[in-house]
């Protein structure tokens, strides 16, 4: 028997995928399907590499839309506890000890982590190493690596 996963999400991340999911089907699928109306009309499908363009997009969006269901119907919405510690949802400034350098990070899961901005996930050694912290504590991070840090939170939000 499988084990079913279980997603956490914010609200947010699960609104964006639901956007997502909404692009996919009815903007995605249809220009696919006119890309390969297109191909098809130009004849044989044996070397026609538009033909397997538009067929390898379809398998892609396919794909992606069943993997955005799967997420959405096993998702676990969390939200941001009002407690100030450290958990999902909470927008978090640190200090790195190291250089003094200040940085702001807003804790989502797996899922949504952009690092580009600034969301990092809580299974990551950053996030993990804060969760349940609270402000002014100092915090140990172990990098994949073996490097490691301080950091000492210095707001929570």
Same mark, same amino acid.
């Given at each position: 028997m499988a084990v079913k996963q279980m997603f956490q999400l914010t609200q947010e991340g699960v609104d964006n995928l639901k956007t997502e999911l909404a692009y996919l089907k009815d903007v995605k699928r249809e220009e696919n399907l006119e890309a390969l109306k297109e191909a098809r009309a130009q004849g044989d499908l044996s070397e026609n590499a538009d033909y397997d363009a538009a067929r390898n997009e379809? =398998? !892609?969006? &396919?794909? !992606? #839309?069943? &993997? #955005? &269901? +799967? #997420?959405?119907? +096993? /998702?676990? *919405? *969390? $939200? =941001? +506890?009002? &407690?100030? *510690? /450290? +958990? #999902?949802? $909470?927008?978090v400034n640190v200090r790195f000890i190291e250089t003094g350098d200040i940085k702001e990070f807003y804790l989502v899961g797996s899922i949504e982590a952009d690092p580009r901005a600034r969301k990092i996930s809580i299974e990551s050694p950053i996030g993990k190493a804060m969760l349940n912290h609270q402000e002014g504590d100092l915090v140990e991070v172990k990098t994949e690596t073996g490097r490691i840090f301080q950091i000492e939170i210095v707001d929570i939000k």
């Open positions: 379809q =398998a !892609r969006i &396919e794909a !992606r #839309i069943a &993997e #955005i &269901e +799967n #997420i959405i119907k +096993n /998702v676990k *919405i *969390i $939200k =941001a +506890n009002q &407690e100030d *510690i /450290v +958990n #999902i949802g $909470k927008t």
